[in-house]
């Protein structure tokens, strides 16, 4: 049977505790099994909000919320709901102002799970939701005495047979992140410290793993439907873009963008494949899709301004390197059938290199270190070398 504890009543019961309860604040407490509760509402004539619901068993829930004692509205509000067993939940909000409340919502319906949130500053989102069992959600957002690390939005969906790890940081202004995680056992690390960044991540197979680090109005994707895939995104420079799909096994993407505006899209639906792109110039576009088979290899480094790169890799075993260090140069390599390898090298300005490679084995090398050069080289068959230096 459920006990309920009102408002009025848990004033009483946290003072015997040495827990506090600031004056205008408000605590509900719904318990039904051995469940432990501490709720500590302090430093406030504004006050803040707590719901704590357990119909589980051997759940824990503690939260801690404060403000700078001003206003007339609650600043703070905090609802976790554990209806399943041994499940861990610990929030702590403390606002800088009274402009907007910052909100904690964490929903744990499996069992072994540990949800912690630590909310600084004002205007903070963080929605976690467990259904699976013994995973971890961290979430932490802004900075304690900033006042400018306000407006930021976690989202956090741990299902499916559990024992995910999320760890969402976000120290800057206006930043969104959102990780869903299915099936089990899969790894998610975002942190955003600049303002306005964005980060999806999607890990629907099992034993995945992806790091997302963001510096300042930058925008990644990460969608792994495969197992025992790992995607690294880092873009440090401002207004970048980084959309990873993963459906492959055991392969690893490494998205590295240090320039502005640099956009880059990968496909890797291939097993036990390696794709790297590095662009550290401003304006660049790499388009690397690995549409089958397995073992590909796919290299890309633009430095320079306005770079445009494509690889297609169908079939097995395929090698791709484009090196872009000029301005406004084109690449596209597209390779059919196995055990083929193309470089390209573009350190002129405005050339064009097309690659099509359609069999076994062949080798394509082209270099253009002049300027609006353009070549085009085509090998089907097996065993052929061809070079081309601009």
Same mark, same amino acid.
């Given at each position: 049977?459920?006990?309920?504890?009102?408002?009025?009543?848990?004033?009483s019961?946290?003072?015997?505790?040495?827990?506090v309860?600031?004056?205008?604040?408000?605590?509900?407490?719904?318990?039904?099994?051995?469940?432990?509760?501490?709720?500590?509402?302090?430093?406030?004539?504004?006050?803040?909000?707590?719901?704590?619901?357990?119909?589980?068993?051997?759940?824990?829930?503690?939260v801690?919320?404060?403000?700078?004692?001003?206003?007339?509205?609650?600043?703070?509000?905090?609802?976790?709901n554990?209806?399943?067993n041994?499940?861990?939940?610990?929030?702590?909000?403390?606002?800088?102002?009274?402009?907007?409340?910052?909100?904690?919502?964490i929903?744990?319906s499996?069992?072994?799970?540990?949800?912690?949130?630590?909310?600084?500053?004002?205007?903070?989102?963080?929605n976690?939701?467990?259904?699976?069992d013994?995973?971890?959600?961290?979430?932490?957002?802004?900075?304690?005495?900033?006042?400018?690390?306000?407006?930021?939005?976690?989202?956090?969906?741990?299902?499916?047979?559990?024992?995910?790890v999320?760890?969402?940081t976000?120290?800057?202004?206006?930043?969104?992140?959102?990780?869903?995680?299915?099936?089990d056992?899969?790894?998610?690390?975002?942190? !955003? @410290? *600049?303002?306005? #960044?964005s =980060?999806?991540?999607?890990?629907? +197979? /099992?034993?995945?793993? %992806?790091? &997302?680090? $963001?510096?300042?109005h930058?925008?990644?994707?990460?969608?792994?439907?495969?197992?025992?895939g790992?995607?690294?995104?880092?873009?440090?420079?401002?207004?970048?873009?980084?959309?990873?799909?993963?459906?492959?096994?055991?392969?690893?993407?490494?998205?590295?963008?240090?320039?502005?505006?640099n956009?880059?899209?990968?496909t890797?639906?291939?097993?036990s494949?390696?794709?790297?792109?590095?662009?550290?110039?401003?304006?660049?576009?790499?388009?690397?899709?690995?549409?089958?088979?397995?073992?590909?290899?796919?290299?890309?480094?633009?430095?320079?301004?306005?770079?445009?790169?494509?690889?297609?890799?169908?079939?097995?075993?395929?090698?791709a390197?484009v090196? !872009? @260090? *000029?301005?406004? #140069?084109? =690449?596209?390599?597209?390779?059919? +059938? /196995?055990?083929?390898? %193309?470089y &390209?090298l $573009?350190?002129?300005?405005?050339?064009?290199?097309?690659?099509?490679?359609?069999?076994?084995?062949?080798?394509?090398?082209?270099?253009?270190?002049?300027?609006?050069?353009v070549?085009?080289?085509?090998?089907?068959?097996?065993?052929?070398?061809?070079?081309?230096?601009?």
């Amino acid at each position: 049977m459920k006990k309920v504890i009102s408002t009025v009543v848990l004033v009483s019961l946290l003072s015997i505790s040495g827990a506090v309860l600031a004056a205008n604040s408000s605590s509900t407490i719904i318990q039904g099994g051995d469940n432990t509760v501490d709720v500590a509402q302090t430093a406030s004539t504004t006050g803040s909000n707590s719901l704590v619901d357990q119909s589980g068993d051997f759940n824990t829930a503690t939260v801690t919320q404060a403000d700078d004692g001003t206003g007339t509205a609650f600043v703070n509000d905090s609802d976790i709901n554990q209806s399943g067993n041994d499940n861990t939940a610990t929030v702590y909000q403390t606002a800088e102002t009274v402009a907007v409340q910052n909100k904690s919502a964490i929903d744990q319906s499996g069992n072994g799970n540990t949800a912690t949130v630590t909310q600084y500053d004002d205007e903070q989102t963080s929605n976690v939701l467990q259904t699976g069992d013994n995973s971890i959600a961290n979430v932490e957002q802004g900075q304690a005495g900033n006042g400018a690390t306000y407006g930021n939005v976690s989202d956090v969906m741990q299902t499916g047979v559990g024992g995910h790890v999320a760890n969402v940081t976000q120290t800057g202004a206006a930043n969104k992140s959102v990780v869903d995680q299915t099936a089990d056992s899969a790894t998610a690390d975002v942190t !955003q @410290s *600049g303002d306005a #960044n964005s =980060s999806d991540v999607k890990q629907g +197979g /099992a034993g995945n793993s %992806a790091t &997302v680090s $963001q510096s300042s109005h930058n925008e990644s994707y990460v969608s792994q439907g495969g197992i025992g895939g790992s995607v690294w995104v880092m873009q440090i420079g401002e207004n970048n873009y980084s959309d990873v799909l993963q459906d492959g096994d055991g392969s690893s993407v490494t998205v590295d963008q240090i320039g502005h505006a640099n956009k880059s899209y990968v496909t890797n639906l291939s097993g036990s494949s390696l794709i790297l792109v590095t662009q550290g110039g401003d304006e660049n576009t790499s388009t690397i899709n690995q549409n089958s088979g397995a073992g590909h290899g796919a290299v890309v480094d633009q430095s320079g301004l306005g770079n445009q790169s494509l690889i297609s890799q169908d079939g097995e075993n395929h090698y791709a390197s484009v090196v !872009q @260090s *000029g301005n406004h #140069n084109l =690449s596209e390599i597209l390779q059919y +059938g /196995a055990f083929n390898t %193309a470089y &390209v090298l $573009q350190s002129g300005d405005n050339n064009r290199s097309y690659i099509n490679q359609d069999g076994k084995g062949n080798v394509a090398d082209v270099t253009q270190s002049t300027h609006g050069n353009v070549s085009t080289v085509n090998q089907v068959g097996s065993g052929n070398v061809a070079i081309v230096a601009q």
